[in-house]
């Protein structure tokens, strides 16, 4: 009997779009791109060489010089347009997360909508670009600012939110004037190049915005690059504080957001079902490979107990599957080996003195990267599961005494993105707001996600640089200040004055 083998199904080729057009790299580095789902490869994409850094930002270069000139009228124009095709699109590009990230969908589709978010506030460039004007700040002479776009700006991103991050940074870039180079994360990078495709059928001018996909040699290129005004990067501390440093070096404004390892507080008076709720949702959606994610539970007091039963008992409904699978909850991680990392973790617990007291490992599904809910007791500070950004399903409760113990360990943490207290009384939650060393404070919300019109960031070896992403932090990031004094003639004024010139 003649054994018949099916064809592997040919690997999509993921390629660079420069100057409004797909470009397939020529330097024959490519990387493998999975479903985390299954386990297998889909896609190979191309890594881009310095020259082709170099030609996607010369695209954009050219494109400055117009794109700048273009009406706030019709840019907003655009924006609004841009809005309608990712809203009918959504579920599209959804999609193409699931298949390459291995979120699931209702959740891919979530980070989607957040991502729009922000688009429709650029839609009120307009309004977010007006300044202010002193009128006869002396006799005859007005005072104005103006913000003006920086020209060629970059964004460096992180496979976890593979359309939301790169929607936080070019949606502003491109409002302000100015013209945008992504480098996506190699891992999932199918997004981009569907944005890129969308923003051209929404009206975007070619070379506008452009993406070159990677690894280091790319990240340095446009970090190196003397025609890049500014660098937008989100990814793991390491290199966030290498990539500030390096492009901080070269001249450029830079803000470089980093992990994070976020505490959520219970106090002793805290609704426990919602506390438990909370730490469930906020520590195993997408399997844990979020940047808000609780990843510690710092339980005070005598709540320790009934809430650590309350996650018990929520652990085992959470469905683990395929992410295009309606049932699924929680998908698989995002490569073999970061899946084992995490497990990691979860199997040197014990040995450092922590318990396990539900364990991810047993009955994780068996093709892909799956690892079910783990949930450690006992985790205390200088133990590999505290200090680490797991960034996986791995959520450890350390039980405190007082309110000033939970505090200290939220301030301690060398990260600082986001934390949360979950309490009934008000004068301990306010009192948290005011002593918490983050960015981002959630009361009896886990993950406290600013809307987008306030702006995201941390704190500490959170984020590198001096100005949050998108919001109002974002419009500032990407222009820069110019202040206009003028006088118009008025023979029944002028005269000739070498004197300094002075307030009037
Ligand atoms: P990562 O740091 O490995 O990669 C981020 C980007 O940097 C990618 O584009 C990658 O290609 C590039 N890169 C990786 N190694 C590099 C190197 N040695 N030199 C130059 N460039 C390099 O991060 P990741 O694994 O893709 O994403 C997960 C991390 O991102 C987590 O630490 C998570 O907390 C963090 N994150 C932070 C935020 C935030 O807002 N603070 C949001 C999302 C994710």
């Known amino acids: 009997m003649t054994e018949t083998i099916e064809a592997p199904a040919a690997l999509r080729q993921i390629k660079h779009w420069i100057g409004g057009r797909a470009v397939a790299g020529a330097s024959g580095r490519k990387g493998p791109v999975y479903n985390p789902a299954t386990g297998r490869q889909a896609g190979e994409v191309d890594f881009a060489t310095v020259e082709e850094v170099d030609a996607a930002v010369t695209a954009a270069r050219a494109a400055f010089t117009t794109w700048r000139e273009v009406s706030l009228a019709k840019r907003a124009e655009i924006f609004f347009n841009i809005r309608e095709l990712v809203h009918e699109r959504r579920e599209e590009v959804a999609r193409i997360l699931v298949s390459e990230h291995g979120k699931v969908l209702s959740d891919a589709i979530g980070e989607v909508t957040r991502g729009l978010e922000v688009i429709e506030f650029c839609c009120g460039i307009p309004t977010l670009l007006k300044s202010e004007f002193s009128e006869q700040a002396s006799t005859g002479i007005d005072v104005y600012s103006i913000r003006q776009p920086l020209g060629v700006v970059a964004g460096i991103t992180p496979f976890n939110f593979p359309a939301m991050v790169p929607m936080w940074m070019w949606a502003p870039a491109i409002a302000c004037g100015n013209t945008f180079v992504l480098k996506p994360s190699e891992k999932d990078p199918s997004a981009s190049v569907w944005t890129a495709e969308l923003l051209k059928e929404a009206g975007l001018p070619d070379g506008v915005f452009n993406v070159v996909h990677g690894d280091k040699v790319a990240v340095d290129a446009v970090l190196e690059h003397p025609g890049i005004a500014a660098v937008s990067f989100v990814g793991s501390t390491p290199i966030a504080r290498y990539v500030y440093e390096t492009a901080t070096k070269n001249g450029k404004r830079c803000q470089a957001l980093g992990g994070a390892k976020n505490h959520m507080i219970v106090l002793p008076d805290a609704d426990i079902d919602m506390a438990a709720d909370?730490?469930?949702?906020?520590?195993?959606?997408?399997?844990?490979?979020?940047?808000?994610?609780?990843?510690?539970?710092?339980?005070?007091?005598?709540?320790?107990?009934?809430?650590?039963?309350?996650?018990?008992?929520?652990?085992p409904k959470v469905k683990v599957g395929d992410g295009l699978d309606p049932s699924s909850e929680m998908g698989p991680l995002i490569t073999e080996a970061h899946r084992d990392k995490v497990a990691s973790y979860v199997e040197g617990a014990p040995a450092e003195g922590a318990t396990v007291l539900v364990d991810g490992r047993e009955g994780a599904p068996e093709d892909g990267f799956f690892l079910k809910p783990s949930l450690i007791d006992n985790v205390k500070p200088g133990m590999k599961a505290y200090e680490d950004e797991i960034f996986g399903p791995v959520l450890g409760v350390t039980r405190v005494d007082t309110y000033d113990d939970a505090v200290k360990l939220v301030n301690d943490s060398p990260f600082g993105n986001g934390t949360a207290i979950f309490t009934r009384d008000g004068g301990a939650a306010r009192q948290f707001q005011f002593d918490a060393q983050a960015g981002m404070v959630g009361i009896n919300v886990p993950i406290p996600v600013p809307v987008a019109y306030y702006s995201f960031g941390g704190w500490k070896g959170s984020l590198f640089g001096d100005r949050h992403i998108y919001g109002p932090e974002g419009i500032d990031f990407y222009t820069r200040g110019k202040v206009v004094t003028s006088r118009w003639p008025d023979p029944a004024t002028s005269k000739v004055d070498l004197g300094f010139p002075q307030t009037r």
């Open 278 to 315: 909370a730490a469930v949702s906020a520590a195993y959606g997408s399997a844990g490979e979020r940047c808000m994610a609780i990843s510690q539970v710092v339980a005070v007091g005598a709540v320790a107990q009934p809430l650590i039963e309350a996650i018990k008992e929520r652990i």
